[in-house]
């Protein structure tokens, strides 16, 4: 069914003339009798009678009113859930305690008014389809990865360098300096259950190991971070790296200590990734929001693969 139609008839129904429903629809008086002489052939029924003051329901007319009311103000309806700015705007953070949340939750305490939908998708090829189909705005990611270079509609903007961390139980051999170099790290366990093949984090740590000659260790099973500081706090043999800005709870018996790493400083380069012609005014206000809060990147004294997108 044709909406001109149906709004063409409520206004004529309420104005009580074609004439003055024309005025308020701005076109002609012809063009209002051919609109609902065209609903009323798909409608197979007669909406109107002529009279000398104009145009009066007929009792099909009448019973059609508060349904053609209702169509338009679901066709509104529809018409407001997708205009710009009137949804949530939806964001990928990978996981709820790492950097990338951080920053999300900074941006929802600057911009309290702006609605977020915050999603967990895994690895970067789930989450740069979703962006291209657009089910999300936006994911936080390392781009790019070795040989998979972003779509040309993608677009990405390097927003936080997060400092790599150890983490230690209070009996690691480690566990009392102030700070650690990499070349110190040479022959320690590090054990690291969550870096899965194919990931973006997975080609980070590969790169790592191959330039500084290390051990990370990623057998048994991944039972999220909770296990990992059990497992660590225990095992004065294990130690495991940590982002900066990830966030950790852990029971005070554990003793662990987040020790910086130093000579040089491994990064782990955080990106937002969104699709170029993605109109939601609240992207806009989120990637001014992350560019006036990131300190920069490729400082002095750092360390990044050299796949990384430079900006």
């Known amino acids: ?72 103000r679901v066709a509104e309806r529809a018409v407001a859930s997708v205009r710009a700015g009137s949804r949530a705007l939806r964001v990928d953070v990978i996981a709820s305690r790492g950097a990338a949340s951080g920053l999300l939750r900074g941006f929802h305490r600057a911009h309290p008014e702006i609605d977020l939908d915050v999603v967990m998708l895994f690895d970067i090829e789930t989450a740069v389809a979703a962006i291209r189909a657009g089910t999300i ?72 190991v191959a330039e500084f000659g290390l051990t990370i260790e990623a057998t048994g099973p991944n039972f999220g971070s909770d296990a990992l500081l059990d497992t660590v706090a225990d095992t004065p043999a294990l130690a495991t790296f940590m982002g900066g800005h990830t966030r950790l709870v852990w029971p005070a018996g554990h003793g662990l200590r987040r020790i910086p790493v130093t000579g040089p400083t491994p990064v782990y ?24 809060a990131s300190p920069g990147h490729g400082a002095a004294g750092t360390w990044t693969p050299s796949w990384v997108n430079p900006r």
């Open 1 to 72: 069914m044709d909406l001109d139609t149906v709004r063409t008839f409520v206004a004529a129904a309420d104005a009580g003339r074609f004439q003055d429903a024309a005025a308020e629809l701005a076109i002609t008086q012809q063009a209002v009798s051919k609109r609902i002489a065209a609903l009323e052939r798909t409608l197979g029924a007669r909406l109107f009678t002529r009279t000398p003051r104009g145009a009066e329901l007929t009792i099909d007319g009448q019973a059609f009113l508060p349904h053609a009311r209702e169509l338009l």
């Open 137 to 208: 705005d936006a994911s936080f990611r390392a781009v790019t990865a070795p040989g998979r270079p972003l779509p040309e509609d993608i677009e990405s903007v390097r927003v936080l360098d997060e400092p790599l961390q150890l983490l230690t139980g209070p009996a690691h051999a480690l566990a009392s300096a102030r700070s650690v170099t990499l070349a110190q790290l040479t022959g320690h366990r590090i054990w690291m259950p969550g870096i899965v093949p194919g990931t973006e984090w997975a080609a980070y740590y590969d790169d790592l």
């Open 269 to 292: 380069p955080h990106s937002l990734l969104w699709r170029r012609d993605n109109p939601h005014p609240a992207l806009a206000t989120l990637r001014a929001h992350l560019a006036a």
